[in-house]
């Protein structure tokens, strides 16, 4: 029984040892694309983290500057339909669009959904917003397919009822 189990671990050995050798023909050949060390080579795309400066015009218009110090234009094009009057929170859904102030070149856009107060409540209130980034292009192409998320706080004009900034933070991941 030994002998046996001795012939057997043998052959399995052998068996391994032609199989994984390089003089085997029937391995194929790996070009140096091919080699899993050249993903780990590849540095992971940086997380973005911008300070957020929005202004109602009417419609949320602004700047997002990045850790670059560059700032760029953001706008938000409501989708959700008519504002409701009364409510005390407002699910919205809105495209986001980030371009280049210079020349208005879209950098990057894509869908958003979040939450927010409704006009006329006191001052300051929290805002949300979660989305994707559908489309990105130049110096954020790295960015495509990417996480986004808003967070800040409106600050209304007591007089009008009216919202006047919200200042926040975005980020990318």
């Known amino acids: 029984m030994k002998n046996l189990i001795f012939i057997f671990l043998f052959f399995g050995i052998a068996t391994l040892y032609i199989s994984c050798s390089d003089s085997n023909p029937s391995a194929p050949a790996l070009s140096q694309d091919d080699q899993v060390t050249n993903t780990l080579d590849k540095k992971p795309v940086a ?15 602004g700047t997002v500057t990045f850790e ?8 938000f094009n409501h989708l959700s339909g008519e504002w409701p009057e009364i409510a005390q929170a407002y699910h919205f859904v809105e495209e986001y669009i980030i371009y280049d102030l210079s020349d208005g070149t879209v950098l990057m856009k894509g869908p958003d959904e979040g939450v927010g107060p409704i006009h006329k409540f006191p001052d ?7 989305g994707k980034v559908s489309e990105a292009y130049g ?8 996480n986004l ?14 919202p006047l900034t919200a200042p926040g933070t975005l980020r990318i991941n």
Not at 47 to 57: A, I, P, Q, R, S
Not at 68 to 75: E, L, M, N
Not at 124 to 130: A, D, F, G, M, R
């Open 68 to 75: 670059d110090g560059i700032p760029y234009g953001i706008k």
């Open 47 to 61: 997380h973005l983290v911008g300070d957020l400066k929005l202004y109602w015009t009417p419609g949320w218009v």
């Open 124 to 130: 300051p209130i929290k805002y949300v917003i979660n």
């Open 139 to 146: 110096v954020f192409a790295d960015q495509l397919g990417r």
């Open 149 to 162: 998320h808003i967070n800040g706080i409106i600050y209304w004009d007591e007089a009008t009822g009216a």
